[in-house]
């Protein structure tokens, strides 16, 4: 995104942007991301902090320390990838990524490595040496990165650049090819507060699915839901996560209050969580019947829908909410997002080494508190990652 298009939101104008014809576009940027476990250095916003377009030599994401650690991006769609550009964390333990390898995958099952680095330190955003992995138009959904040792992984940023592409800007739709509309992206399920909004319409019944293979240890099924899109309903398929620590995932939730029906997005929650409600019945959907045509593992794709009128179902799909109610949400549409609302705690706090943890006593405990408050941006602005500290002189501790 330019910097006049982000100086356009920040002022509060309306700007209807046409899809600009790229032949080199980042296919990752704002995708979701994943990664094979958490530690008490992560961000709130996970592997989605290696995505965000944030780049100043800090850590977009961290793991734990474990054998193979990795990181990947889901692109929506099988792209044609000409590159991987690695961009490294740089105030502090750049030789962890000197095992580098790239992955591909088209179903997030079945990955083939098509690049493993020489073992030498890459730069990043400071110097302006990122690693650049050249992978010539290989066709692929899934990108990831991983170790080939025990050790954290943690890098600053990762962009994958492919071609025939479109650029993405918030409210843009797409014409032609694979390339989705930015509105179709599966919305990122994150910690803060679920975002609800005032439909119009019922959603439909659930489309039949099963999950697939897991991605993993620590992976989280999440089904797939309608969401309400500002004019429509759209399904977003069932897909695996990682759930940050401490966190289930609450499911979305859908209740008829007179002539409309509110909306709740899905949200990683505490166990104990209290279901909200808004003086309404609380939609009960039926269990979706699995189709004679219906094969698993197939890509699942985005459908949109009208929906019905609310009431038009049966009686017995409506349960009376006794709780307490909340206002009715003034919000109709989703909230665009230029970027990630929660910005990226400073890597001010340098963890150890393998092997100086160890001789430490062991590892670390997760702190109660998970991270800092999030920093106070314009409104429509990007977040920016705080600065990183410059790197100490006295042994990592």
């Not at 700007?15 to 530690?39: C, E, H, K, Y």
């Not at 105030?91 to 680095?117: K, P």
């Not at 959603?203 to 039949?208: G, L």
Request: with cysteine; net charge positive.
């Amino acid at each position: 995104m330019t910097k006049k298009l982000i100086a356009g939101l920040s002022a509060g104008l309306v700007l209807i942007s046409a899809p600009v014809a790229r032949a080199d576009v980042n296919l990752a940027l704002g995708r979701p991301a994943t990664q094979s476990s958490f530690s008490q250095w992560s961000t709130p916003i996970g592997a989605q902090g290696a995505v965000d377009g944030i780049k100043n030599g800090g850590f977009g994401f961290h793991t734990q320390l474990q054998a193979s650690p990795w990181w990947q991006v889901d692109l929506g769609a099988v792209r044609l990838v000409d590159r991987v550009v690695v961009f490294n964390r740089q105030d502090c333990c750049a030789e962890r990524a000197r095992t580098l390898q790239v992955l591909l995958s088209d179903n997030g099952a079945v990955f083939r490595t098509v690049y493993v680095h020489d073992g030498s330190i890459f730069g990043g955003a400071r110097d302006g040496h990122p690693l650049q992995v050249m992978l010539n138009g290989a066709a692929a959904r899934f990108v990831r990165l991983q170790l080939a040792a025990t050790d954290y992984f943690h890098l600053d940023e990762v962009e994958v650049f492919g071609r025939g592409g479109q650029e993405q800007f918030p409210g843009a739709l797409s014409s032609g090819g694979d390339v989705q509309p930015a509105g179709d992206a599966a919305p990122e399920v994150t910690t803060a507060d679920p975002d609800e909004m005032t439909a119009t319409t019922e959603p439909p019944e659930p489309i039949y699915e099963e999950p697939t293979d897991s991605l993993g240890p620590g992976y989280t099924w999440v089904g797939g839901s309608w969401g309400w899109t500002g004019a429509d309903w759209a399904w977003y398929p069932g897909r695996w996560l990682t759930a940050p620590y401490g966190r289930v995932y609450v499911e979305p939730y859908y209740e008829r209050v007179g002539p409309n029906v509110v909306y709740v997005r899905g949200y990683w929650g505490t166990a104990d969580a209290p279901r909200r409600s808004y003086g309404g019945d609380r939609i009960v959907f039926h269990a979706a019947v699995r189709p004679a045509d219906f094969r698993r593992g197939e890509p699942a794709r985005v459908e949109r829908r009208a929906g019905a009128a609310p009431g038009a179902r049966p009686a017995t799909a409506y349960v009376r909410v006794t709780a307490s109610a909340r206002p009715l949400p003034r919000a109709t549409a989703p909230a665009p997002r230029v970027a990630s609302v929660e910005a990226r705690r400073s890597p001010a706090s340098v963890e150890p080494a393998p092997q100086e943890r160890l001789q430490a006593g062991g590892p670390a405990q997760r702190p109660s508190s998970q991270a800092s408050a999030p920093a106070h941006v314009s409104a429509g602005a990007p977040p920016r990652r705080p600065a990183p500290a410059p790197a100490p002189s006295t042994p990592k501790k």
